[in-house]
Nanobody
Framework: EVQLQASGGGLVQPGGYLRLSCAAS????????MGWFRQAPGKEREGITCIGASGNNTYYADSVKGRFTISRDNAKNTVYLQMNSLKPEDTAVYYCARGSGHFFCYEYDYWGQGTQVTVSS
């Protein structure tokens, strides 16, 4: 059973920062790319980042490039999302997801319940 448990969300002021964590289990973690997508009310799902299985390759959507950093610790089966310079438009539920590829998240095939991030003053 694939499980992806995201945590670390919360309320933060614009310009603030937050670090999300995702604990993965139920699959060979170091064999797959991992990523994060987000979804805000009334908006379509937005894939924001992906990291290759080894951690050597990363990809970012333009909306978060330069502000967010994805990383992973394969020894801990954990993926992280460091979010800096947060903007109100970053408000969404953030989902940790397993990518369908080894190097890239062509699609997300599993995801967890997500964690709410609210950016507001």
């Amino acid at each position: 059973e694939v499980q992806l448990q995201a945590s670390g969300g919360g309320l933060v002021q614009p310009g603030g920062y937050l670090r999300l964590s995702c604990a993965a289990s139920g699959f060979t973690f170091d064999d797959t790319a991992m990523g994060w997508f987000r979804q805000a009310p009334g908006k379509e799902r937005e894939g924001i980042t992906c990291i290759g299985a080894s951690g050597n390759n990363t990809y970012y959507a333009d909306s978060v490039k330069g502000r967010f950093t994805i990383s992973r610790d394969n020894a801990k089966n954990t993926v992280y999302l460091q979010m800096n310079s947060l903007k109100p438009e970053d408000t969404a539920v953030y989902y940790c997801a397993r990518g369908s590829g080894h190097f890239f998240c062509y699609e997300y095939d599993y995801w967890g319940q997500g964690t709410q991030v609210t950016v507001s003053s």
